[in-house]
């Protein structure tokens, strides 16, 4: 859309091919409805791709107030908050939407809707194959159809299938900013628990990565949104059939030795109290159950009857809560996806394809994921204008 509404301001006819009832089916379910829409602070950091001079490159050319100026020029005015993440001063994700499809109607710009492309062919001019039948005589193309994360809204992997037609290399897909499956006996216990954690990934049992922030126990393992900021590496982890885990502090504001220090303190001030009791006042009693048990305690002895050792292993426990991640939820409930066309056979500067004149990618179709917060909305809207001005420019010479 993004794209369509500039070669349409330019001059130019455009045609959008779209497989689903209506447009922007993705962006309504952002951020709980909300859309976050961009991010102040943008940076190679935030993405993820081992060239970092690709992602420089379109960034520098279209960076958060060049995204916020040309959103004004729609008429879509963005707020951001102290984090940077961006979003409609709506507030409303139905905003973007609507005012998108509004300009394309008022511009002249047609959608197809329900027109899956199953084909592209090029013989001078670019042929369009849809289950409706053939549309032809177009100078370019720029595929932009996402990936094959969040199926239930279209989601699929149909853009790599016409990109490898033209010679393109696919970087296999992977789900990101999704929850983990876990390999541990009482998930269905803890379902529903949410707690704040420091949150430790550990690969083939190497530190990689610790994150703070909330997590969310589930049937199935564990969520939230600590989880989908690690689940990238995670997901990339078990794509490379490497063991997984994580090393959960349900207290981050203690370590092991001073959190013993404080139980030690607790039982000698409440003797009478169970230990269940006294962990149950530090965090949430199915926590707490979980951990008594799988340390052999007995939930109902009092402080007085509790020894040091068992203090210093429920300490270790909580600081150190391990888990075996055996997978992740997969595509189907995952925000986005990594993989995609291979980045070494795009121009960056154009967003055009090195393999086949006038055909350009952009967004999530590309081998490039961005972290939680409106990464990835604002490559999408980069290279979506950078294609733009990729056709604009060749049709100027």
């Known amino acids: 859309m993004m794209s369509a509404v500039m070669l349409l301001r330019a001059g130019f006819e455009v045609d959008i091919f779209e497989q689903n009832s209506k447009a922007g089916k993705k962006i309504l379910v952002s951020g709980n ?42 008429g879509l005015n ?40 199953t084909d592209i062919n090029k013989h001078g001019l670019f042929c369009i194959t849809c289950k409706q039948g053939l549309f032809d005589g177009y100078d370019s193309v720029i595929i932009t159809s996402g990936g094959p994360a969040a199926p239930r809204l279209g989601g699929n992997d149909s ?5 490898r037609s033209f010679g393109h290399t696919i970087v296999p897909a992977y789900p990101v900013l999704v929850p983990l499956v876990l390999d541990f006996a009482h998930a269905k216990e803890l379902s529903g628990v949410k707690t704040y954690a420091k949150t430790t990934l550990f690969v083939n049992n190497k530190q990689e990565m610790t994150i703070y922030g909330d997590i969310l126990f589930t049937k199935y393992g564990i969520s939230g949104l600590a989880i989908l900021d690690i689940s990238l590496y995670v997901s990339l982890a078990i794509l490379n059939h490497q063991r997984v885990s994580l090393s959960l502090n349900l207290l981050p504001a203690f370590d092991r030795q001073t959190l013993a220090r404080q139980i030690v303190k607790l039982c000698k001030n409440v003797p009478y109290m169970s230990i269940f009791t006294i962990l149950s006042g530090m965090l949430s009693h199915k926590l707490a159950s979980v951990i008594l048990k799988t340390l052999g305690v007995d939930a109902d002895l009092t402080a007085s009857q509790i020894n040091q050792k068992q203090i210093n292993h429920i300490s270790n426990s909580i600081t150190n809560f391990k888990v075996q991640v055996t997978n992740t939820r997969g595509f189907e409930y995952a925000e986005a996806a990594g993989g995609g066309i291979s980045i070494d056979e795009i121009d960056a500067k154009t967003m055009g394809s090195k393999k086949c004149k006038n055909l350009y990618f952009a967004g999530e179709v590309l081998d490039v994921v961005g972290k939680r917060g409106g990464y990835n909305f ?20």
């Open 378 to 397: 604002h490559f999408a809207f980069a290279s979506g204008f950078l294609a733009a001005e990729g056709i604009k420019t060749i049709n100027k010479k």
């Open 159 to 163: 853009g790599h299938t016409l990109a």
């Open 78 to 117: 963005i707020f951001s908050k102290s984090d940077g993440k961006a979003y409609p001063l709506s507030y409303e994700a139905k905003s973007v939407v609507l005012i998108f499809t509004q300009t394309l109607q008022k511009l002249g710009g047609k959608i197809f809707y329900e027109h899956k492309i």
């Open 33 to 74: 409805g909300h859309c976050n829409i961009t991010n102040k602070n943008q940076s190679p950091e935030y993405y993820l791709l081992d060239n970092n001079q690709f992602i420089q490159g379109i960034l520098s050319r279209f960076d958060f107030k060049k995204l916020e100026t040309y959103l004004n020029s729609l």
